[in-house]
């Protein structure tokens, strides 16, 4: 299992430095690392190791001991402006997350117009000659790809025009994209559940996560229950169709013979219908079951007793699809694969396992 990469601190402020500068918020000389360091709230020594990561780049240029640092010509020209398609997963919902609006006004800002594709993946199928079909016949720069399967990640990997890959099973594949650190806060989920006295716990997550092999996360997860002595086959890690009715097919299944005492679902809009599904069976959560997301939800905020779930920082994703975006505007090769951080939040719909 390739081993999750996570952004340093020097990392973070080397993006920031960039998307600012990509901004045009310096055009000749950028402050020195006190002035950046006071302005940014960080350690000086952080902040020189990431204008020295910015020269190795050749986007800063030195002058000399204390001297502030002249941005390279090539930095400061005007960006070719892009139109940027978004191929969502499910359409409207997508659109409707935070990330997601956050990055269409950073775009619009930088100069870039957004459109969306005709059709999401799920209405496609994930079919990789429909996809195919559908980018043919629309006019773009580059395109956005929301949870893509692996089929359809390497599609758009094996084409000239750009694509970046916002999370989707993209491991392995040349196509830069950014993602939350799921696997970290997946593990710790499962070890609280684990901790719990929980041994029958299920992940339910959709096909693209699964097939045709588990993701990281679901990796970890399957990794995590063994290390702990708990018996693992398909059970854990169920299949279904990815439909309404394919879901509460597979809960019927679950709870039919040897019902789960935990249930981690992946996606906020799968966790109301699971937690729906366990009122009309008259299951209390947690007392019967316990919950947890793999997502926030904004309204998750006016639950009380509060969701466990799993919470990340929309902002570096936003970050780095405007530096993409600069990227690809000047004709700079980018193919990196990021993730940010994520925390895993015990709330109310976990508790001890009923045996």
């Known amino acids: 299992m390739k081993k999750a990469s996570f952004l340093s601190i020097t990392d973070q402020i080397a993006d920031r430095l960039r998307s600012e500068i990509s901004a045009g918020r310096w055009t000749d000389l950028i402050p020195g690392k006190h002035q ?7 350690n000086h020594k952080s902040v020189e190791n990431a204008l020295r990561q910015l020269e190795t780049a050749g986007i800063l240029v030195s002058r000399g001991a204390g001297r502030c640092r002249k941005i390279a010509a090539h930095e400061a020209r005007e960006n070719r402006s892009l139109r940027i398609a978004i191929l969502t997963n499910e359409g409207m919902p997508d659109r409707k997350q935070e990330f997601h609006i956050e990055s269409v006004h950073a775009l619009e800002t930088a100069g870039h117009q957004v459109i969306y594709a005709p059709k999401s993946l799920k209405t496609l199928r994930f079919e990789v000659p429909k996809v195919a079909a559908m980018v043919e016949q629309t006019p773009a720069d580059a395109w956005m790809v929301y949870a893509g399967s692996r089929e359809v990640l390497r599609w758009f990997a ?3 025009i750009p694509a970046f890959a916002v999370f989707g099973h993209r491991s392995g594949l040349r196509i830069p ?4 650190d799921k696997p970290t806060s997946i593990r710790a989920a499962t070890r609280h559940l684990i901790g719990l006295g929980h041994t029958r716990i299920v992940l339910l997550c959709r096909k693209l996560r699964r097939l045709p092999v588990p993701g990281i996360s679901e990796t970890v997860f399957l990794k995590t229950l063994a290390a702990h002595g708990c018996h693992v086959g398909e059970y854990n890690l169920p299949d279904w169709d990815d439909s309404e009715e394919g879901f509460h097919e597979c809960l019927n299944k679950l709870f039919r013979v040897t019902p789960p005492t935990a249930l981690i679902v992946d996606e906020a809009d799968y966790f109301v219908a699971a937690m729906q599904f366990l009122l009309r069976r008259g299951l209390k959560v947690p007392e019967d079951v316990s919950l947890i997301s793999t997502d926030n939800d904004p309204a998750f905020k006016r639950c009380h007793p ?6 990340w920082e929309s902002r570096p994703v936003v970050r780095r699809i405007l530096q993409w975006a600069t990227n690809v505007s000047r004709g700079t090769p ?4 990021s993730t940010t951080a994520s925390t895993f939040v015990a709330g109310g719909t976990t508790g001890p396992a009923r045996h």
């Not at 950046?36 to 960080?42: D, N, Q, S």
């Not at 994209?177 to 939350?180: A, E, F, R």
């Open 158 to 160: 094996s084409r000239k």
């Open 334 to 337: 980018d193919f990196r694969q």
């Open 177 to 180: 994209g950014m993602s939350p």
């Open 306 to 311: 509060p969701i466990s779930h799993i919470s």
């Open 36 to 42: 950046l360091a006071a302005e940014l709230g960080v």
